[in-house]
């Protein structure tokens, strides 16, 4: 069986920083691209980072450019995404996604393209 399970979600402040990361076991994923997508209350889930299966490429979603890094350690089939100067807007459930196929080329940002996904995790943002 296939899990992705996440941790370090939490409660911040306006500016403050978190680091998000997800597991993988049950089969590798170092050939799949992987991302973060999220999902804030009454909006649709959204894309926002990748990080590639071949060079570590990473795509980010305008809105956490600069702020956001996503990061992956293949031989532990771990992914982060280390967050700072987080907003209000960041607010959010975030989930980590595997690639549903894999050595797919291209910067892969559509929800329908993956095949695995965390259970989420909160993340919130005071003002």
């Known amino acids: 069986q296939v899990t992705l399970v996440e941790s370090g979600g939490g409660l911040v402040q306006a500016g403050g920083s978190l680091r998000l990361s997800c597991t993988a076991s049950g089969r590798t994923f170092s050939t799949h691209n992987m991302a973060w997508f999220r999902e804030a209350p009454g909006k649709e889930r959204e894309f926002v980072a990748v990080?590639?299966?071949?060079?570590?490429?990473?795509y980010y979603a305008d809105f956490v450019k600069g702020r956001f890094t996503i990061s992956r350690d293949t031989a532990k089939n771990t992914v982060h995404l280390e967050m700072n100067d987080l907003k209000r807007d960041d607010t959010a459930v975030y989930y980590c996604a595997a690639d549903l196929r894999p050595m797919r080329m291209g910067a892969v940002t559509t929800a329908n393209d993956y095949g695995y996904w965390g259970q989420g995790n909160q993340v919130t943002v005071s003002s």
């Open positions: 990080i590639r299966w071949s060079g570590g490429d990473t």
